[in-house]
């Protein structure tokens, strides 16, 4: 069974983190890895930067950048898991643009994930109908999950179509809005988390966008399976570097 | 089966096109695809845009016969004078259109993008005209190097706003647009200035741009007694005014279509936006279409002395006419499309802008029968670029 299934099974609210690969330098990826995973952190969400990140905000978008500037790439990253896997169980997850992927050909791209131990993907930009009728089968002959989002205007029909489409959890985005960009929820994410919760979907929900810290990640837990958090893990590293992770997620936990 | 150049009931022309964009983008998108075609064909819309583009841009553009040219390069050479709309240039022509729709779909805010300010300003006019608020993304760098336009978005009311991001140009900007359409999914449309982006932005800016080839063919037979030309050609950035010259005689395989890209200092300078030429299939934008990459897939930053050519990739349709070879692609240099900027000038009286120039360089590219009736689509006029022309001749 796929690790991130495994995962989802577990009787417990599940952290996920996400972080650029690449940054600050091109080989913190298996010291970040692993000390996340020491951590008590469940999920891992591997950043694969990108040029001209769509859905992401000021902080990621730094992050990017310098992880390009360092010499971060699809081959490089892949690499650099085929290593770590070897000392880690915890589900890893690339989470990147489509563009990169299309150019190293979606076949081998989630062959390579296969081969290297790459659970599943979110990549924003690969619409659901297009993943349907195009890679879906892909996808599956080298088992990855493919991750979707929703957001609060995402309609119910909608929903209900990508939750059939999905095979691990659904990404909850909390509220319109690029990475980073908000802070904490209010009454309309409480009521989006109640309507979601209410659907009874098949997959489970992981909420992100506007986690930051013990108390939006227990608002966030209250229906969701899980919360991932991204932005606010990024400016740690920026402030205060690797060695440091465990206190950042004892602040969550 | 015959061979189409239309857009496809999924949104794309051939192998490109789509909307590869986040979920946050979906409705927003969606609420367009669904409503676009319907709203365009309502006679009260017909109407409003019709009366708009007479009244208030000036149209129809004339069509006129360059005499001296024409003597010059042994041919029948019209130039499609997209300079003469307000604000000079065919901008103006797909935001009176978008203004239109944003304000049938119930929209109350407006965001753009713009490289060298025309699209800013065109933005900033028709909001200025409707009473709706206006807010223009701008590479950093663009904002400090077209400081007269930046001054005339200001004037007309609306807010500029740097991207810092990346490059800090027209691509930054686009991005800084998606990001606040994001940001705002409900109250705001997106006023895209050229024939990219998710479709059905590059189909409904096509089809805003289209009366000027709709223009062409009566005023061609007016003149010639024929509607179809030999050839019609334009620059090509994003592609929105050669799209625009091109919609009605793409099924006419009469009429030959050629484009011009910026090859900035040369195709293989390494500062150059001749997309078709270096380009291959990604996305940009929200669209499957040829771009300018690394071999990772990273987009690059591209290079051309006219900003409004300086995008790393093109819109789909144009993909699809290169592809499918129904278009000839060439590319001019800067220095070949300054130096044909200024032959217009003193062989007709005429300052075209730097991003018209590439389309009146074709001459050094290709030769024409003598019987043969080019039109040229003179996109925009070279107030804009007066500073750009005053360094390069040193005036």
Same mark, same amino acid.
């Given at each position: 069974?796929?690790?991130?299934?495994?995962?989802?099974?577990?009787?417990?609210?599940?952290?996920?983190?996400?972080?650029?690969?690449?940054?600050?330098?091109?080989?913190?990826?298996?010291?970040?890895?692993?000390?996340?995973?020491?951590?008590?952190?469940?999920?891992?969400?591997?950043?694969?930067?990108?040029?001209?990140?769509?859905?992401?905000?000021?902080?990621?978008?730094?992050?990017?950048?310098?992880?390009?500037?360092?010499?971060m790439?699809?081959?490089?990253?892949?690499?650099?898991?085929?290593?770590?896997?070897?000392?880690?169980?915890?589900?890893l997850?690339?989470?990147?643009?489509?563009?990169?992927?299309?150019?190293?050909?979606?076949?081998?791209?989630?062959?390579?994930?296969?081969?290297?131990?790459?659970?599943?993907?979110?990549?924003?930009?690969?619409?659901?109908?297009?993943?349907?009728?195009?890679?879906?089968?892909i996808?599956?002959?080298?088992?990855?999950?493919?991750?979707?989002?929703?957001?609060?205007?995402?309609?119910?029909?909608?929903?209900?179509?990508?939750?059939?489409?999905?095979?691990?959890?659904?990404?909850?985005?909390?509220?319109?809005?690029?990475?980073?960009?908000?802070?904490?929820?209010?009454?309309?994410?409480?009521?989006y988390?109640?309507?979601?919760?209410?659907?009874?979907?098949?997959?489970?929900?992981?909420?992100?966008?506007?986690i930051?810290?013990?108390?939006?990640?227990?608002?966030?837990?209250?229906?969701?399976k899980?919360?991932?958090?991204g932005?606010?893990?990024?400016?740690h590293?920026?402030?205060?570097?690797?060695?440091?992770?465990?206190?950042?997620v004892?602040?969550?936990? | 089966?015959?061979?189409?150049?239309?857009?496809?009931?999924?949104?794309?022309?051939?192998?490109?096109?789509?909307?590869?964009?986040?979920?946050?983008?979906?409705?927003?998108?969606?609420?367009?695809?669904?409503?676009?075609?319907?709203?365009?064909?309502?006679?009260?819309?017909?109407?409003?845009?019709?009366?708009?583009?007479?009244?208030?841009?000036?149209?129809?553009?004339?069509?006129?016969?360059?005499?001296?040219? @024409?003597e010059?390069?042994?041919?029948?050479?019209?130039?499609?004078?997209?300079?003469?709309?307000?604000?000079?240039?065919?901008?103006?022509?797909?935001?009176?259109?978008q203004?239109?729709?944003?304000?049938?779909?119930?929209?109350?805010?407006?965001?753009?993008?713009?490289?060298?300010?025309?699209?800013?300003?065109?933005?900033?006019?028709?909001?200025?005209?409707?009473g709706?608020?206006?807010?223009?993304?701008?590479?950093?760098?663009?904002?400090?190097?077209?400081?007269?336009?930046?001054?005339?978005?200001?004037?007309?009311?609306a807010?500029?706003?740097?991207?810092?991001?990346? @490059?800090?140009?027209?691509?930054?900007?686009?991005?800084?647009?998606?990001?606040?359409?994001?940001?705002?999914?409900?109250?705001?449309?997106?006023?895209?200035?050229?024939?990219?982006?998710?479709?059905?932005?590059?189909?409904?800016?096509?089809?805003?741009?289209?009366?000027?080839?709709?223009?062409?063919?009566?005023?061609?037979?007016?003149?010639?007694?024929?509607?179809?030309?030999?050839?019609?050609?334009?620059?090509?950035?994003?592609?929105?005014?050669?799209?625009?010259?091109?919609?009605?005689?793409?099924?006419?395989?009469?009429?030959?279509?050629?484009?011009?890209?910026?090859?900035?200092k040369?195709?293989?300078?390494?500062? @150059?936006?001749?997309?078709?030429?270096?380009?291959?299939?990604?996305?940009?934008?929200?669209?499957?279409?040829?771009?300018?990459?690394?071999?990772?897939?990273?987009?690059?930053?591209?290079?051309?002395?006219?900003?409004?050519?300086?995008?790393?990739?093109?819109?789909?349709?144009?993909?699809?006419?290169?592809?499918?070879?129904?278009?000839?692609?060439?590319?001019?240099?800067?220095?070949?499309?300054?130096?044909?900027?200024?032959?217009?000038?003193?062989?007709?009286?005429?300052?075209?802008?730097?991003?018209?120039?590439?389309?009146?360089?074709?001459?050094?590219?290709?030769?024409?029968?003598?019987?043969?009736?080019?039109?040229?689509?003179?996109?925009?006029?070279?107030?804009?670029?007066?500073?750009?022309?005053?360094?390069?001749?040193?005036?």
């Amino acid at each position: 069974m796929n690790r991130i299934n495994q995962k989802l099974q577990e009787d417990k609210k599940l952290l996920s983190i996400y972080f650029t690969a690449g940054y600050p330098n091109i080989d913190n990826t298996s010291t970040i890895i692993q000390n996340l995973e020491k951590s008590g952190v469940d999920m891992i969400e591997i950043g694969l930067p990108f040029s001209d990140p769509l859905a992401d905000g000021p902080t990621i978008q730094a992050s990017s950048t310098q992880a390009l500037k360092n010499g971060m790439t699809s081959q490089v990253l892949f690499k650099q898991i085929k290593d770590i896997r070897k000392s880690v169980s915890i589900p890893l997850i690339i989470m990147g643009y489509f563009n990169p992927m299309l150019q190293y050909g979606v076949e081998a791209f989630c062959k390579k994930c296969q081969e290297v131990g790459i659970d599943g993907l979110i990549i924003p930009d690969l619409p659901v109908d297009v993943y349907h009728s195009e890679y879906k089968s892909i996808f599956e002959k080298y088992g990855i999950i493919n991750v979707f989002l929703i957001t609060p205007q995402t309609s119910d029909e909608r929903i209900h179509y990508i939750d059939s489409v999905s095979d691990g959890f659904i990404y909850m985005v909390s509220s319109a809005s690029t990475t980073g960009a908000k802070v904490g929820f209010g009454d309309e994410q409480s009521e989006y988390f109640e309507r979601i919760a209410n659907m009874n979907l098949k997959n489970p929900q992981i909420i992100g966008f506007g986690i930051s810290n013990n108390e939006t990640f227990t608002q966030a837990t209250k229906h969701a399976k899980g919360a991932i958090i991204g932005s606010a893990f990024v400016k740690h590293v920026t402030n205060n570097g690797i060695d440091t992770i465990n206190t950042f997620v004892n602040t969550i936990l | 089966m015959k061979e189409t150049y239309n857009i496809n009931e999924k949104g794309y022309y051939g192998e490109f096109g789509g909307a590869y964009i986040p979920e946050m983008l979906y409705p927003n998108v969606e609420e367009l695809r669904q409503n676009y075609l319907k709203i365009m064909a309502e006679p009260s819309f017909q109407e409003e845009f019709n009366a708009l583009l007479k009244d208030y841009v000036g149209r129809p553009s004339p069509l006129y016969f360059a005499k001296r040219l @024409s003597e010059k390069y042994n041919t029948k050479i019209y130039l499609k004078r997209e300079d003469l709309n307000h604000t000079g240039a065919h901008k103006i022509n797909n935001t009176i259109g978008q203004i239109l729709m944003a304000k049938r779909l119930g929209k109350n805010r407006i965001i753009a993008e713009t490289g060298a300010g025309q699209h800013g300003v065109a933005t900033a006019t028709v909001c200025a005209l409707a009473g709706i608020e206006c807010i223009v993304y701008m590479g950093e760098i663009d904002i400090a190097r077209q400081a007269p336009n930046v001054a005339r978005i200001k004037m007309l009311g609306a807010k500029v706003v740097p991207a810092l991001s990346g @490059s800090k140009t027209l691509k930054d900007a686009t991005n800084e647009a998606i990001r606040d359409w994001i940001n705002n999914p409900v109250d705001t449309h997106y006023i895209i200035g050229s024939a990219i982006g998710p479709h059905p932005y590059p189909d409904m800016v096509t089809k805003f741009q289209s009366i000027i080839s709709e223009e062409i063919k009566w005023q061609l037979k007016e003149k010639e007694g024929k509607e179809n030309p030999d050839y019609v050609v334009a620059c090509i950035g994003g592609g929105s005014n050669a799209a625009g010259t091109y919609y009605h005689f793409l099924n006419n395989k009469d009429v030959g279509i050629i484009a011009v890209e910026a090859a900035g200092k040369g195709i293989h300078s390494g500062e @150059s936006a001749a997309t078709s030429a270096l380009g291959k299939e990604g996305i940009i934008h929200g669209c499957k279409t040829l771009l300018m990459q690394t071999p990772d897939g990273q987009i690059t930053e591209p290079y051309s002395i006219s900003a409004g050519l300086d995008y790393p990739g093109v819109g789909p349709l144009h993909s699809h006419l290169y592809k499918t070879g129904r278009g000839e692609f060439y590319s001019a240099t800067d220095d070949e499309a300054m130096t044909a900027g200024l032959e217009l000038c003193q062989l007709e009286g005429i300052i075209p802008a730097i991003e018209s120039s590439h389309a009146l360089a074709i001459f050094e590219h290709k030769t024409f029968k003598p019987d043969d009736v080019v039109v040229i689509s003179l996109s925009g006029r070279g107030d804009k670029d007066l500073q750009n022309y005053i360094d390069y001749f040193k005036l």
